[in-house]
């Protein structure tokens, strides 16, 4: 389920709307034009020259804010990002499957079996499908309501690093 919301939050990160900005209210639109003006900067912040793939890892992998309303979401995000800091996708699922594998339905743990292919073509992978993967076993090992919000830290870090990877030419 994780997996899923994460896609569909990637997803709508995309520039194409099927919405028109009239059916908007003000309120939507001035969030939308936020919206489109925070991708703006981050794809402003890709080095000169970087494949689309890195572009949209800076556009859609920014580092991910606390909500104010959910009481210890920071330091959750905070957790999330040390526990996958320095590690590949693979890494975090080999470590954490067995704590995680009861939180997971059978469709992710399929879709998590095949890391090791979405881990080989991660720097064409303009998702990150490998990251999110490692992110929801590092959710579903938390019993907390704020995995959510260690997910968004863990994937935040392996994103970070696969943007060094790519920014470095690696």
Do not use: W
Not at 30 to 53: C, F, I, L, M, Y
């Amino acid at each position: 389920m994780a997996l899923l919301s994460a896609l569909v939050i990637v997803g709508c990160g995309s520039s194409s709307s099927t919405t028109s900005s009239n059916a908007l209210s003000p309120v939507a639109r001035k969030a939308v034009k936020a919206a489109e003006a925070d991708k703006r900067a981050a794809e402003a912040e890709a080095p000169k020259g970087a494949s689309p793939t890195l572009r949209a890892i800076y556009v859609n992998f920014q580092k991910p804010q606390p909500d104010p309303a959910s009481k210890g979401s920071g330091k959750a995000i905070v957790a999330g990002e040390s526990a996958c800091h320095g590690k590949k996708p693979q890494e975090v699922v080999e470590e954490l499957l067995p704590a995680a594998r009861t939180n997971l339905s059978p469709e992710q743990e399929a879709m998590i079996a095949k890391i090791g292919s979405y881990e080989a073509r991660a720097s064409s992978d303009a998702d990150f499908v490998a990251g999110q993967l490692a992110g929801d076993v590092y959710q579903a090992s938390l019993q907390t309501k704020l995995a959510q919000f260690g997910y968004q830290g863990c994937v935040y870090a392996l994103a970070k690093q696969l943007e060094q990877r790519l920014a470095q030419g690696k």
